[in-house]
């Protein structure tokens, strides 16, 4: 592809010129400033600068060693030493004629595919799933794509919280407080009430807290009955799980809660300890580490009952991963909170299993926030379920699409309907930078303008509509492209650089940068089909044109896919 080869013969350049360097931080990005060129590289510089030469002279000695005559115009050197590139106009023409022919989508697999494991969504049995799943959930399943869509093997898998002290609780105002009928109707919610309603009861009742650390204990120790009732629990959540998925359109490839490492945990406290690792303190076992960070953090591993917690599980379940999968990286999606608990897990398997090479990486994400700036939560305080979400999204959209297509059918409105409002939902939470808070807006997410779900499905739906307007014979397939229109020929570049940001995206874990690339994407159309006709167009102009517009379509589509997000051919 493109922008990866004129980075591999820039880092071949500096190579031949400085054998010992390390160029794996010399990149090439879209140029912010198009009028100096395509591409620009400035790593060369602190290079430069580090070895005490001149970064101007230096920019150009690896000049005089780089071969990409295939792609550029001459390469030049720009303020402190910049490097800029600007691509032939008939390099540009052959990368969209072999995309036309379907060889390509500005994209290509990696020759050196990886093995990537992603824990997404995760969450707890005999609890609601609510908003601050919905980012891990759609945000691992979106990265788990974009890997995918460049060639490496994808793991996806629900580490659900089906284990637990609470399950002491659940046990005991199951057994005692059941309402059958309520759990008929929104088992999880009557599940929650029951733990709420022990939950408070343990507080002032000493006996209550003895039953349920009793119940525990049974269920631990392996008693019939409790091992019953806590599956019941289990399928219960993961069946209102399931239809939550299923309306967002997201699977996972393995589903391996908690519990599938119960076997494994004292053997791993007593690895631990047996290290030297962990130690004793007033009979729980704890961690202690050297580095600044995590000086003042010891984790726990086993509590002073003799339990194993969430740390000792995620150190057997990385264990698993490592054993069954070789993975090279590991990811982790989760809220901010858990920063310090995946600082603590990564510093800690590395000390116990010192050879391993997996780069572990936890994509945490801010907050969402209602519009007054606070948590998001119902107007009466509660917790938003995603069930309830998911169904207002689908309604205001509906209302959307009404307004500006009365005249489609209902049965086809509701189903724009779904695509749009789910979309929105997905995409308002992609769109922005991961780790800061993200406040919650419907008109926001549901505008027709803007970097905005309906905005870009509009423009999809503009594309294809031009295609509903052709015979069936016309052809697609140009000889070449001219590109001799300035919108033409910006269209054509930014089409060029699809992969590059999915690249970009998968390295930093940043789904947001596609939803700018599409939003850009969408914009270069819009000046392009406003000044360059298509349909009125004729001989070679139209082709090209159209091929233009169909590419547009595909990359489009295809982006907004790897967000998750469904498209329509109407709206
Ligand atoms: N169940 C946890 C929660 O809801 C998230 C688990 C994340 N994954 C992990 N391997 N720790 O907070």
């Given at each position: 592809m493109i922008q990866l080869n004129l980075q591999e013969q820039l880092q071949k350049a500096v190579l031949s010129l400085m054998p010992d360097a390390d160029v794996s931080k010399i990149l090439v990005r879209p140029c912010p400033e198009p009028n100096f060129g395509d591409y620009q590289a400035n790593a060369l510089i602190g290079l430069a600068k580090r070895n005490k030469l001149d970064p101007r002279e230096f920019a150009k000695q690896v000049i005089g060693k780089i071969d990409v005559d295939k792609f550029c115009e001459i390469v030049e050197v720009a303020g402190p030493g910049f490097l800029n590139f600007r691509l032939k106009t008939q390099f540009i023409s052959d990368t969209l004629l072999s995309a036309c022919k379907g060889d390509h989508l500005f994209l290509s697999a990696s020759e050196k595919p990886r093995t990537i494991v992603i824990d997404y969504s995760s969450p707890n049995v005999a609890k609601p799933m609510h908003v601050g799943h919905i980012r891990s959930t759609i945000l691992g399943y979106t990265l788990a794509k974009?890997?995918?869509?460049?060639?490496?093997?994808?793991?996806?898998?629900?580490?659900?919280?089906?284990?637990?002290?609470?399950?002491?609780?659940?046990?005991?105002?199951?057994?005692?407080?059941?309402?059958?009928?309520?759990?008929?109707?929104?088992?999880?919610?009557?599940?929650?009430?029951?733990y709420k309603l022990v939950n408070a009861a343990c507080d002032n009742d000493s006996k209550v807290l003895e039953r349920v650390r009793y119940e525990l204990v049974k269920l631990q120790d392996g008693d019939k009955e409790n091992l019953l009732i806590w599956k019941e629990m289990i399928d219960l959540s993961r069946h209102q799980f399931d239809e939550i998925y299923s309306r967002l359109r997201v699977d996972f490839d393995e589903t391996l809660g908690e519990s599938f490492y119960n076997d494994r945990l004292k053997g791993v406290v007593d690895e631990l300890s047996e290290s030297g690792i962990a130690e004793e303190s007033e009979g729980a076992k704890i961690v202690h580490f050297d580095s600044k960070a995590l000086r003042k953090h010891p984790a726990m591993v086993q509590k002073s009952d003799g339990a194993a917690?969430?740390?000792?599980?995620?150190?057997?379940?990385?264990?698993?991963?490592?054993?069954?999968?070789?993975?090279?990286?590991?990811?982790?999606?989760?809220?901010?909170?858990?920063?310090?608990?995946?600082?603590?897990?990564?510093?800690?398997y590395t000390r116990w299993q010192p050879e391993h090479e997996m780069k572990l990486n936890h994509v945490w994400f801010g907050a969402i926030l209602g519009e007054d700036g606070k948590p998001f939560k119902t107007r009466s305080g509660e917790i938003i379920r995603l069930n309830h979400l998911l169904n207002e999204a689908e309604q205001r959209a509906f209302e959307v699409v009404t307004e500006k297509s009365p005249g489609i059918e209902e049965d086809e409105r509701r189903e724009i309907a779904r695509v749009v409002g789910i979309g929105a939902l997905k995409?308002?939470?992609?769109?922005?930078?991961?780790?800061?808070?993200?406040?919650?807006?419907?008109?926001?997410?549901?505008?027709?303008?803007?970097?905005?779900?309906?905005?870009?499905?509009?423009?999809?739906?503009?594309?294809?509509?031009?295609?509903?307007?052709?015979?069936?014979?016309?052809?697609?397939?140009?000889?070449?492209?001219?590109?001799?229109?300035?919108e033409e020929l910006a269209l054509a570049k930014h089409l060029l650089r699809f992969g590059l940001v999915l690249e970009q995206v998968i390295e930093e874990c940043r789904p947001n940068f596609l939803c700018n690339y599409l939003f850009e994407l969408a914009g270069y159309y819009a000046s392009f089909y406003e000044s360059c006709p298509v349909l009125q167009a004729e001989g070679d102009v139209r082709t090209q044109r159209l091929a233009l517009c169909d590419l547009t379509g595909k990359v489009l589509k295809t982006g907004l896919e790897t967000l998750g997000l469904e498209t329509t051919e109407r709206m």
């Amino acid at each position: 592809m493109i922008q990866l080869n004129l980075q591999e013969q820039l880092q071949k350049a500096v190579l031949s010129l400085m054998p010992d360097a390390d160029v794996s931080k010399i990149l090439v990005r879209p140029c912010p400033e198009p009028n100096f060129g395509d591409y620009q590289a400035n790593a060369l510089i602190g290079l430069a600068k580090r070895n005490k030469l001149d970064p101007r002279e230096f920019a150009k000695q690896v000049i005089g060693k780089i071969d990409v005559d295939k792609f550029c115009e001459i390469v030049e050197v720009a303020g402190p030493g910049f490097l800029n590139f600007r691509l032939k106009t008939q390099f540009i023409s052959d990368t969209l004629l072999s995309a036309c022919k379907g060889d390509h989508l500005f994209l290509s697999a990696s020759e050196k595919p990886r093995t990537i494991v992603i824990d997404y969504s995760s969450p707890n049995v005999a609890k609601p799933m609510h908003v601050g799943h919905i980012r891990s959930t759609i945000l691992g399943y979106t990265l788990a794509k974009a890997f995918r869509l460049l060639g490496h093997k994808v793991i996806t898998d629900n580490h659900i919280g089906d284990w637990g002290t609470q399950f002491g609780k659940l046990l005991f105002g199951w057994k005692e407080h059941l309402d059958k009928n309520a759990l008929s109707i929104d088992a999880l919610a009557e599940m929650e009430r029951l733990y709420k309603l022990v939950n408070a009861a343990c507080d002032n009742d000493s006996k209550v807290l003895e039953r349920v650390r009793y119940e525990l204990v049974k269920l631990q120790d392996g008693d019939k009955e409790n091992l019953l009732i806590w599956k019941e629990m289990i399928d219960l959540s993961r069946h209102q799980f399931d239809e939550i998925y299923s309306r967002l359109r997201v699977d996972f490839d393995e589903t391996l809660g908690e519990s599938f490492y119960n076997d494994r945990l004292k053997g791993v406290v007593d690895e631990l300890s047996e290290s030297g690792i962990a130690e004793e303190s007033e009979g729980a076992k704890i961690v202690h580490f050297d580095s600044k960070a995590l000086r003042k953090h010891p984790a726990m591993v086993q509590k002073s009952d003799g339990a194993a917690n969430y740390t000792t599980t995620d150190l057997a379940t990385m264990e698993y991963r490592e054993n069954s999968w070789q993975p090279s990286e590991v990811i982790y999606v989760t809220d901010g909170r858990q920063q310090l608990h995946f600082q603590q897990l990564f510093e800690l398997y590395t000390r116990w299993q010192p050879e391993h090479e997996m780069k572990l990486n936890h994509v945490w994400f801010g907050a969402i926030l209602g519009e007054d700036g606070k948590p998001f939560k119902t107007r009466s305080g509660e917790i938003i379920r995603l069930n309830h979400l998911l169904n207002e999204a689908e309604q205001r959209a509906f209302e959307v699409v009404t307004e500006k297509s009365p005249g489609i059918e209902e049965d086809e409105r509701r189903e724009i309907a779904r695509v749009v409002g789910i979309g929105a939902l997905k995409y308002a939470d992609l769109s922005g930078n991961r780790q800061s808070d993200y406040v919650f807006s419907w008109d926001k997410m549901l505008s027709l303008v803007g970097n905005t779900a309906p905005y870009l499905l509009y423009a999809y739906t503009r594309i294809c509509s031009i295609f509903r307007k052709l015979d069936s014979d016309t052809i697609l397939i140009p000889k070449s492209f001219d590109l001799s229109d300035l919108e033409e020929l910006a269209l054509a570049k930014h089409l060029l650089r699809f992969g590059l940001v999915l690249e970009q995206v998968i390295e930093e874990c940043r789904p947001n940068f596609l939803c700018n690339y599409l939003f850009e994407l969408a914009g270069y159309y819009a000046s392009f089909y406003e000044s360059c006709p298509v349909l009125q167009a004729e001989g070679d102009v139209r082709t090209q044109r159209l091929a233009l517009c169909d590419l547009t379509g595909k990359v489009l589509k295809t982006g907004l896919e790897t967000l998750g997000l469904e498209t329509t051919e109407r709206m």
